[in-house]
């Protein structure tokens, strides 16, 4: 790694930017995006600048008053480099190549933009709001942990990349112990499409599956890939800590 991905807070400090045209407006429109005030070169507070023309003087000038530069299109001039920016506030994904290829990272963030939900940001929120019900139901940091990460995992209750990330269904069911304890899923075909809303949240929470021999793999790979496996007629009494659901066709 030859640099460190750092995300800066900008808002109401000053940033020097300088050149003209369509380059340096998309630097302006990026630096307006995240609160900067946009001075010259001449601002002696400003700390930060991107030399948008590449101009070998300015940028020396600048960094001789230990200002932290971006020269545009002159990799080998800057102190950082601009990345790429999928933004689903408050989430941002930064893509960067080093300076090796714009046009890279540019078309890695349309990949990321078609794939990361609208509702990222919103989830990110969700959680945010709900630091107090999390440490009351998971007063453990380790519990909370393993907990927030079992829910944000595929197929969990609050996946990020599902359908429904819903925060507030997911603490209303782990509140009210549907984390523990043993549920049941009758399977009404082999179609996994046929299970219901609750059944598939259930399935991928599981930290083991007993299943008779009939179930379709298509099912079985609802749950989690952890998830322990146990091909039975009948589900054991003894079934250790966490969720055990049971399937049958």
């Known amino acids: 790694m030859q640099s460190l991905p750092v995300f800066l807070t900008l808002t109401g400090r000053p940033v020097i930017l300088t050149g003209q045209g369509e380059a340096t407006e998309a630097k302006r429109r990026l630096l307006e995006r995240a609160g900067a005030v946009i001075v010259g070169e001449d601002d002696g507070d400003a700390r930060v600048a991107i030399v948008s023309d590449g101009d070998d003087a300015t940028v020396a000038r600048l960094k001789a008053r230990g200002v932290l530069v971006n020269a545009t299109d002159r990799p080998g001039l800057c102190d950082f480099t601009l990345p790429a920016i999928v933004d689903r506030d408050p989430v941002l994904i ?14 890695l963030r ?28 998971w007063p453990d940091a380790s519990q ?106």
Do not use: C
Request: proline residues 4%; glycine residues 10%; aromatic residues 2%.
């Open 94 to 107: 930064a893509i960067g190549t080093g300076g090796a290829s714009a046009g890279l990272a540019a078309a």
């Open 110 to 137: 349309q990949r990321l933009e078609a794939l990361l939900p609208a509702h990222l940001g919103d989830l990110a929120r969700a959680l945010f709001a709900a630091r107090g019900e999390l440490r009351r139901l």
């Open 144 to 249: 909370r942990r393993q907990a927030i990460g079992k829910a944000l995992a595929q197929g969990g209750a609050i996946d990020p990349l599902g359908g429904d990330p819903n925060v507030d269904r997911w603490l209303a069911d782990a509140s009210a112990g549907a984390d523990t304890g043993l549920y049941v899923v009758r399977l009404r075909s082999a179609d996994p499409d046929d299970l219901t809303l609750r059944d598939a949240r259930m399935l991928a929470q599981a930290d083991r599956v007993f299943h008779t021999a009939d179930v379709p793999m298509a099912i079985l790979d609802r749950a989690r890939a952890d998830a322990v496996r146990v091909v039975a007629d009948n589900t054991p009494d003894v079934r250790g800590e966490g969720l055990t659901v049971r399937v049958t066709l």
